[in-house]
């Protein structure tokens, strides 16, 4: 399958412009939307997603990410192949955590350019067409890449900020829950947050922190809202009380 990751959202032509390019260059093979709404023009932020909701698909699947605030300028276009899996994106940093916990990778600077390039919509023009190649089990279409200039060494193993906000108001953070003591508390702001298991857990009304379904520390309220309750956005900074 094609996973798509971008920033686009549902509004508007994006997404469908890109779709349209893989039901025509790969016809039959479905595309799944996983996110639309990463962080806006965030790569640090997406990069932490990315990471933990990617590796719940098997291998041979290929993400289409775009999250690309430096399109059409002197970021590379790369694919990427770690355990397995392929990504294909613009090297900016948002592949810099599923390459940095794979066990194996491979990458390569896409070198094919189609016949119209816009500026500004690489997703469509270059991205799409590029994973819809890898899905017919073609080959990367470039060179192996010969240096690491889009790697982003700084960034931390784990992120102390909300990395995204839900439908539901449910805040996660870029912490992986299987690496934070097991009686971690989570401070922000004027609150400090106890481990639960699930919602029901604790009463309604109180916010807490679990260990959500695809291994992230999430901050909720039971039957409430933890950005409005709580004040959180993306970038919000976390901090871990022992």
């Not at 990751?5 to 996983?34: E, N, R, S, W």
């Not at 439908?167 to 870029?174: D, I, K, L, Q, V």
């Not at 029901?200 to 916010?207: I, L, V």
Request: aromatic share 10%; with cysteine; glycine share 10%.
């Amino acid at each position: 399958m094609i996973v798509l990751f971008t920033d686009f959202g549902l509004h508007g032509p994006y997404t469908g412009q890109m779709k349209a390019v893989l039901h025509q260059m790969a016809p039959g093979i479905p595309a799944i939307d996983l996110f639309t709404d990463a962080p806006v023009g965030n790569p640090r932020a997406s990069a932490y997603l990315l990471a933990a909701y990617a590796a719940w698909f098997p291998p041979e699947t290929v993400f289409l990410c775009v999250v690309d605030p430096g399109v059409g300028g002197t970021r590379p276009a790369i694919v990427l192949e770690a355990d397995g899996r392929w990504y294909v994106g613009p090297g900016n940093g948002l592949f810099e955590l599923v390459q940095r916990r794979a066990t194996r990778t491979r990458s390569w600077d896409i070198d094919w350019r189609p016949e119209r390039l816009s500026a500004s919509f690489h997703g469509r023009d270059l991205f799409a067409p590029v994973a819809a190649m890898l899905a017919r089990g073609e080959p990367p279409p470039g060179q192996p890449r010969g240096d690491d200039r889009d790697r982003r060494a700084d960034w931390p193993d784990d992120l102390c900020e909300i990395v995204y906000v839900d439908h539901f108001g449910n805040a996660m953070t870029g912490l992986r829950a299987g690496v934070l003591p097991p009686n971690a508390r989570l401070a922000l702001a004027c609150h400090i947050l106890e481990r639960e298991r699930t919602f029901s857990d604790r009463p309604p009304g109180s916010a807490f922190w679990y260990e959500n379904s695809n291994g992230l520390a999430e901050i909720a309220v039971n039957q409430g809202r933890a950005d409005r309750d709580l004040g959180l956005s993306t970038g919000s900074p976390v901090e871990i009380v022992p």
